[in-house]
């Protein structure tokens, strides 16, 4: 059976002046799906998801995001999509438990309902003995899976994850995309970037963004093939090799 | 000896960023501080390059005092901090102009030291350092830790949040420095990169708990590791999770590694398991560690 789709995206076009960041990529994610989408740094990846995530208007092209065009319905899509990027994603000054009260009241959740879910989400982080510390002093493997499962708080279709796990130390690094699978398992759509090749192998299908253009995307399996090569890492090179 | 570190500790209100921590670094050689964030590694950076005293303990660069040489040690090294160094407003020949004027020196003079780099930069040399790319600002920031010509050059973190393509030339370069002599302490969180150090430290909560050639530290390595595949690597997973006296069991990409506490544990014990619980195109390898894996595994 044909699953829906829950992203799709049209010739989407992005300029800035004479520089054609993001130059007509057309693609589709399905429900449930972990899409990795992948490219070298300044491909347009970042332009690429802003646009998807109703925060920078296409230049021409369109795209369908749970169901809603981004052009017009901006503010209607940030409702349905949660987003953590490596560089921004909780406030360092606030403690965890108001981290968590400040991102429910941002996303719309009823007080009782964020009571109910800090409780939730502190004891399965297991973060009861931090859970009023600010959030600046966490290890950034702590800090990611809190701003993941933050991210998560208003049950959203689809969470964009830009670099989640960029300077995580190994061991967290697993345990987070153990986290992934898990949300995916319950339907969520997962939309991540990551530099680490390892993780592109985790995702049901893999777009790798090169030069403002997808230049391919498949299962990993598939594009391991196509390239004739034993890794993702080896695809990547072979596509990516002496652009910039 | 470059770099001589002797029991440094410091701590910042009530983090204790580093443990006692000592080590060395010869003349020429590549060393890679391998830790995740958070395990001290900047700390430790800014002490050997003067911009932080440590509480207790010593250390040496180039022959100088960290504590009482510390104009002598300015001179004579090379720092890439981990957040982007470079001025963003200055074009990337100011920003090189900028840096040798500072030490004294001319682009001119030591041109041939930065000259494969710079080359791949040139075409944009009028274009502002925030309008770079993440590969193009590495390049940049390395070229002017390099234009004065330092003995020791400092790298922490050089390729984090940068793609796989510009990590391997990042790789290429340090090789090319490293032939003309220059220490290089460089960090990483990236597993991979470790094995292409001389020597390696492992770190992580403030201490250094292994110190050895990336070679040796995977030789040494005791238990046995089964890549282990399956058409549903989720179920795989858990399914690994279960059996008695598991050490760990991570995902390595297209596999997972697993590891018993038992040494009476076999391929054969791990196939009967696998295969009552009906996995379909199961395969189980016995293989050699990597780097990561001993760092996971380290308890």
New interface residues.
Partial sequence: MEQENIIQVNELTKKFGDFVAVKGISFEVKKGEIFGFLGANGAGKTTAMKMLIGISKPTSGMAIVAGLNVAQSANEVKKNIGYMSQKFSLYDDLTIKENIRFFGGIYGLKPKTIQEKTIDLIQRLELEKVADERVGQLPLGWKQKLAFSVALLHEPKIVFLDEPTGGVDPVTRRQFWEMIDEEAHNGTTIFVTTHYMDEAEYCNRVSIMVDGKIEALDTPKKLKEQFKVSSMNDVFLKLARNIE | MSIVVQNISKSFKT?QALQEVSFEVKEGELFGLI?????GKTTLFRILTTLLLPQNGQAFVAGFDVKEEYKSIRNCVGYMPGRFSLYQDLTVEENLTFFATTFGTTIEENYDLIKDIYVQIEPFKNRRAKDL????KQKLALCCALIHAPKVLFLD?PT?????????EFWEMLKRLKQQNITILVST???DEASLCDRIAFI?NGKIFKIDSPQNIIRDFQPKIYEVKSDDM?QL?SDLKQIPDTKST?????SIHYINEKTEFTKEKLQTYLNEKAHKNLDIQLIQATI?DV??NAD
């Fill in positions: 983090v830790g995740p964030d958070g395990a790319s993440g590969g193009m973190e984090t949040g940068v793609d796989p393509v510009s990590r391997k969180p990236y597993m992580q989720y997973l991570f995902s390595f990409g297209e990561e760092f996971m």
